[in-house]
C-alpha cells in the first residue's frame, strides 16, 4: 500500500478514514479498488468531477485502481458521443483509468443470476402497470400489497422470463421482481424491479440483442462484485439503497470478499442546475449553444469558458466531502479559477470598448518598444514587447470629462500613468454632434517611461491600452451567471424563466495587442484591469474570439445591491 503522508493523515475525510480502517483491518486482502460509473445519456457536469476526484483519488493515494464503468442499461438515452465526451473529460481532470468496462459486458451474467432468483422463488415476472405497482408499494408507515402475480409458479415465472427478451412482450406489460418483503420498513425492499422490457431501441453496443434491460438497483451491485471493487463510493441519495446493494450480492457471493458502499454529500452550486434533464432541455430548446456552452456547469463548459483542472480540484478540496447536503457558492468556484489563473496566466493588454487617445506631443513616426513581464507571480514566464505610439485605444469608462474629486482616471488636467510606459496629463476631447467622445488628447512626460528615475512619481491612476497602429480586433465574449436567482432548482416558477438575460454579452470591436495573434484555442490570459479570458473554440486567425473566464474581483454581489 502506498500510504498517504503524515500531513494528508491529520485532515481524512470520513471516506479515507473508512478505507484506512479497511485496510487496517486486512479486508479484501489489502486491495483497493474504486470505480467511477456515470451513465452515458449526457455530458459530465462539476457534480461528477466531484466524484471523479474522489474516486480516482482514493485509488491513487492508496495504491490501489480506479476502473471506468458505463452504467449502460437504459439504450433509449444513451449514445456513444457521450461515452466518448466522457473519456475525454476525465483525462481531461488528470485522471487515467485502469480499465474501461460497460455494464452491458454483463448482460449474459445478470440474466443468468435472475433465472437463479426465479429458480429459488426469490423473483417473479409482474403483469401490472406500473401505476399500479407504484400504488401497491404502500408509505413508508403503510406496509405495501403484495402482487396477485407474486406467488406464480417458477416454471411460469421463468417462461415469462425468457418471454421478455424475445421482442413479443410490449414495452411497460411485464417487468421481473425481486420477492423480499412488501411489509418492509425500508420501501427499496418491497419487491423491487429487477428487469424492464425495451425493445423500440437498440443498444448502441449490444444492437437488438437483448431487449429486456437490468435496472439499476440490480445490474449496480453486481457489477462492482464481478470486478472486484472494494469501496463503491455513491451519493447520498443512494445511503436508502444500499441495505438493498447488500442484499442482493447476499443472493450470490461464495467468498470472504464484498465490495462496500459509503455515500458522501453531492455537489450543489448556486445560480445553476445540475439537473441532467433541466441540462438537456437547455440544450434542445437553445436557450444555450450547446452542452459545451460556457455558461453551463458541464466539464466541457467549464473548460471552453477558460478553467483550468486545477482550479476544479482546488474548489472540490475546498469543499471537501460530507454526510451533509450544503448549498455551495458559485463565487468559491470563480474563486478557485482566479486563484488558479493568477500563477499561470500571461497578463496582455486588451480593450474593450475603445475609445482613441492621441498623445499630442509624442513624435508622429516614433514607436518605442516596450519590454514588460509576462506574470509577475511567475519569473520563468519571462518578458514580451509591447508597441508603444502616438496613437492608443484606452477603454471609454477610463475617461470623463467632468469628474469627481476621487476620481482617478483620465480627466482634463489630470495626470495617469499608462501602464508599463509614460505619465501622460489629459488636456481635452473631442466629440461628435451627439455629444459622444470621439478622442481624447493627452501630452506625454518622456521622463517618466517605467524604469527610469522620474518614473517613480507618483500618480493615483494606471490605465491600460494598445497602439492603435499595433493591434487586432477581436470579438469577446462576457460570460456570467446562467441563472438570475441563487438556488433555481428551490424555486417552484419554471427554471427557464429564471434565467439571466445578461448571462451574455458579445461586444465586436475589441482591441488586443498584436501578440495575441498566435494565441491557440483555450489559450488562458489576464487582460489586465479586466479579468481571465481565454481563446474560444470558434476562434480563428481571421477572427479572434475570447471568452471571459472570470472577472478579477467578484462583483455579482455588488451589482444585485447585496
Not at 427478451?165 to 411497460?172: M, S
Not at 518578458?383 to 477610463?398: G, M, N, P, Q, W
Not at 495617469?416 to 454632434?433: E, F, N, P, Q
Request: aromatic letters at 10%; one cysteine or more.
Amino acid at each position: 500500500m502506498e500510504n498517504i503522508d503524515e500531513a494528508q493523515k491529520k485532515s481524512l475525510n470520513f471516506i479515507e478514514a473508512f478505507v484506512e480502517q479497511d485496510l487496517k483491518d486486512g479486508k479484501n486482502d489489502g486491495r483497493i479498488q474504486t470505480r467511477f460509473p456515470p451513465e452515458p445519456n449526457g455530458y459530465l457536469h462539476i457534480g461528477h468531477a466531484k466524484a471523479i476526484c474522489l474516486d480516482f483519488g482514493i485509488a491513487e493515494n492508496y495504491g490501489g485502481a480506479c476502473n471506468l464503468r458505463f452504467d449502460d442499461t437504459n439504450p433509449v438515452k444513451e449514445d456513444v458521443e457521450y461515452v466518448d465526451s466522457i473519456q475525454e473529460d476525465i483525462q481531461w481532470l488528470g485522471y487515467k483509468w485502469k480499465d474501461v468496462y460497460y455494464a452491458s459486458d454483463y448482460f449474459q451474467q445478470l440474466w443468468d443470476l435472475a433465472i437463479e432468483l426465479i429458480k429459488q422463488g426469490k423473483a417473479y415476472v409482474d403483469e401490472q402497470s406500473a401505476e399500479t405497482i407504484a400504488k401497491q408499494k404502500g408509505t413508508p408507515t403503510i406496509p405495501g400489497t403484495e402482487s396477485p402475480y407474486r406467488n406464480r409458479p417458477i416454471e411460469e415465472n421463468l417462461e415469462l422470463f425468457k418471454k421478455m427478451n424475445t421482442g413479443e412482450v410490449p414495452e411497460g406489460a411485464m417487468v421481473l421482481r425481486a420477492k423480499i418483503d412488501m411489509a418492509s420498513p425500508n420501501m427499496h425492499f418491497r419487491d423491487p424491479l429487477m428487469y424492464r422490457v425495451i425493445n423500440s431501441h437498440p443498444h448502441h453496443r449490444t444492437g437488438w440483442t437483448w431487449k429486456a434491460y437490468p435496472m439499476y438497483d440490480y445490474a449496480h451491485g453486481q457489477s462492482d462484485y464481478f470486478e472486484g471493487v472494494t469501496h463503491s463510493l455513491c451519493t447520498l441519495e443512494f445511503e436508502v439503497h444500499r441495505p438493498l446493494y447488500d442484499w442482493f450480492i447476499d443472493q450470490f457471493k461464495d467468498s470472504d470478499y464484498r465490495p462496500r458502499q459509503i455515500e458522501f454529500n453531492r455537489l450543489n452550486i448556486t445560480y445553476t442546475v445540475m439537473s441532467k434533464r433541466k441540462m438537456l432541455q437547455l440544450v434542445q430548446e437553445g436557450l444555450v449553444s450547446g452542452w459545451d456552452d460556457p455558461r453551463m456547469p458541464t466539464i466541457c463548459g467549464l473548460r471552453r469558458r477558460g478553467y483550468s483542472p486545477e482550479s476544479i480540484h482546488n474548489f472540490i478540496d475546498k469543499i471537501g466531502y460530507t454526510k451533509f447536503e450544503a448549498m455551495n457558492d458559485v463565487g468559491l468556484l470563480e474563486h478557485s479559477v482566479r486563484e488558479s489563473l493568477n500563477k499561470t496566466a500571461t497578463r496582455v493588454n486588451a480593450v474593450l470598448d475603445p475609445v482613441k487617445l492621441i498623445i499630442t506631443n509624442y513624435p508622429e513616426d516614433q514607436v518605442d518598444m516596450l519590454e514588460t513581464v509576462n506574470n509577475p507571480e511567475d519569473e520563468s514566464a519571462g518578458t514580451r514587447t509591447l508597441a508603444f505610439s502616438k496613437e492608443l485605444y484606452i477603454e471609454r469608462d477610463d475617461f470623463m470629462e467632468d469628474a469627481p474629486k476621487k476620481y482617478f482616471r483620465m480627466t482634463p488636467g489630470q495626470e495617469v500613468r499608462l501602464k508599463s510606459a509614460y505619465i501622460v496629463k489629459c488636456t481635452g476631447c473631442k466629440k461628435d454632434a451627439e455629444g459622444n467622445v470621439e478622442e481624447i488628447y493627452c501630452e506625454y512626460d518622456l521622463q517618466t517611461k517605467s524604469g527610469m528615475p522620474e518614473s517613480n512619481r507618483k500618480v493615483k491612476g494606471t490605465l491600460h491600452w494598445v497602439s492603435a497602429a499595433h493591434c487586432l480586433s477581436a470579438e469577446v465574449r462576457l460570460y456570467d451567471r446562467l441563472f438570475s436567482v441563487e438556488n433555481p432548482s428551490a424555486d417552484e416558477r419554471d427554471f427557464r424563466d429564471l434565467l439571466n438575460p445578461n448571462s451574455l454579452r458579445v461586444l465586436n470591436d475589441c482591441k488586443v495587442e498584436v501578440s495575441l495573434g498566435d494565441a491557440k484555442p483555450l489559450d488562458q490570459f489576464q487582460f489586465q484591469r479586466i479579468g481571465y479570458f481565454n481563446v474560444d473554440l470558434d476562434s480563428t486567425s481571421d477572427k479572434l474570439i475570447f471568452n471571459r473566464t472570470a472577472s478579477l474581483k467578484d462583483s455579482w454581489a455588488k451589482e444585485q445591491g447585496k
